[in-house]
């Protein structure tokens, strides 16, 4: 089609092969996949495959680094900052070599393989450090999809009408859009249904927060439901990560975690 020849963008998207003739553009390794493969790897063995805890905290270091730059208004992250991320990166590579060297078993097969790929894809799995326009993630644009998926499962595999395909589509655009946007699905399908479909107040949430006349501050400290303070929000801990991880990701948070540490 004339989609791929078009786009101009950084593709942010998974080890799939077919991406690879897409050369004019710029690519970027999802990083929760790459946190779904390291776990794999290191889950069977923790002690003998460290270098993969290393590398996935790697990542989660680089990504809460990109979160408060951006909550900085910094338009690129400081050298000083790429170069800890670059060694860090560096140095779980080093000692994932030396814990594969040896061992014939597919654990360690599949260690090497993952190295290979941390080091050929370097550029493009650090992507987002590099380009603070581009998501640590490319869940925004998997999880709209996830429900065509389901739907073609249960019904089959195809739908029986084309009218019956745009109908699913519409509904399922107005709902992923209403849910970026902060509203419950069940609230959206009520107002569609009452006083009128919810319209977006601008392009983007983004593009909302931006004209406002004063941003929300950040909570100094976590309040717990009972309203008595809960302490600061607790240390991230990759092993426990499940896709999808909004709380992982969502800018507030980091920001107001940065701002407890400091």
Not at 28 to 35: D, K, T, Y
Not at 51 to 64: H, I, K, P, R, S
Request: aromatic share 6%; proline share 6%.
């Amino acid at each position: 089609g004339g989609i791929w020849p078009a786009f101009t963008g950084v593709l942010v998207r998974d080890g799939y092969a077919g991406y690879e003739h897409l050369d004019k553009i710029e690519h970027a390794w999802c990083g929760i996949h790459q946190v779904r493969d390291l776990r794999a790897v290191h889950d069977p063995d923790p002690e003998g495959q460290s270098w993969a805890e290393a590398m996935v905290n790697t990542l989660l270091l680089a990504n809460d680094t990109a979160h408060a730059a951006r909550a900085e208004g910094r338009a690129a992250l400081t050298d000083t900052e790429l170069s800890t991320i670059g060694s860090r990166y560096a140095g779980a590579i080093a000692r994932g070599r030396q814990e594969n060297t040896r061992g014939s078993d597919p654990l360690h097969a599949q260690a090497r393989t993952l190295l290979r790929r941390f080091q050929r894809h370097r550029d493009m799995i650090l992507r987002f450090t590099v380009n603070l326009d581009v998501s640590f993630t490319n869940n925004t644009a998997e999880l709209p999809a996830r429900s065509v998926k389901v739907q073609q499962r249960t019904s089959g595999g195809s739908w029986r009408t084309l009218q019956g395909l745009i109908d699913f589509a519409v509904v399922q655009s107005y709902l992923s859009t209403a849910t970026k946007w902060g509203i419950n699905t069940l609230d959206a399908m009520t107002q569609l249904f009452t006083t009128g479909a919810w319209l977006p107040p601008a392009l983007t949430p983004d593009t909302a927060a931006a004209s406002s006349e004063a941003p929300e501050a950040l909570p100094e400290s976590i309040t717990a439901a009972d309203g008595t303070p809960a302490g600061p929000p607790p240390k991230l801990d990759w092993r426990r990560i499940r896709v999808p991880v909004a709380g992982l990701l969502d800018p507030a948070y980091v920001a107001a975690r940065a701002a407890l540490i400091a």
